[in-house]
């Protein structure tokens, strides 16, 4: 079976910082995309962040950012661990949200996805709650 859970969520001041974490098991996703996504309350579900596959090295894909992160947020990955990392830094009100980690069921896939449907596995989410 293939399962996927964060970690790392909690209550954060704006301006301050929080590591999330997606430990993956069933198998490995190291040469397949993965991201990160959230949901606030009454909004849907909306990209924040993917790392694409790399043919020479597994941590040195490329990434792509939400443009209401970029700058703030690093996303990364370790191949060999099997987890997905998302460094969240300058928090604002905003970010408030269940934030969710998601796997493309594509190996050796160097492609671009922004889009949920694009996506074959979630976690079950943890929630950032980010006070003024």
């Known amino acids: 079976q293939v399962l996927l859970v964060e970690s790392g969520g909690g209550l954060a001041q704006a301006g301050g910082s929080l590591k999330l974490s997606c430990a993956a098991s069933g198998r490995t996703f190291a040469s397949s995309p993965m991201g990160w996504f959230r949901q606030a309350p009454g909004k849907e579900r909306e990209f924040v962040a993917t790392i694409m596959w790399h043919s020479i090295s597994w941590n040195s894909g490329n990434t792509y950012y939400a443009d209401s992160v970029k700058g703030r947020f690093t996303i990364s990955r370790d191949g060999a661990k099997n987890v997905l990392s998302l460094q969240m830094n300058g928090l604002k009100p905003e970010d408030t949200a269940v934030y969710y980690c998601?796997?493309?069921?594509?190996?050796?896939?160097?492609?671009?996805?922004?889009?949920?449907?694009?996506?074959?596995?979630w976690g079950q989410g943890t929630q950032v709650t980010v006070s003024s």
């Open positions: 998601a796997a493309r069921w594509s190996e050796n896939d160097s492609g671009l996805y922004v889009n949920v449907n694009d996506y074959d596995y």
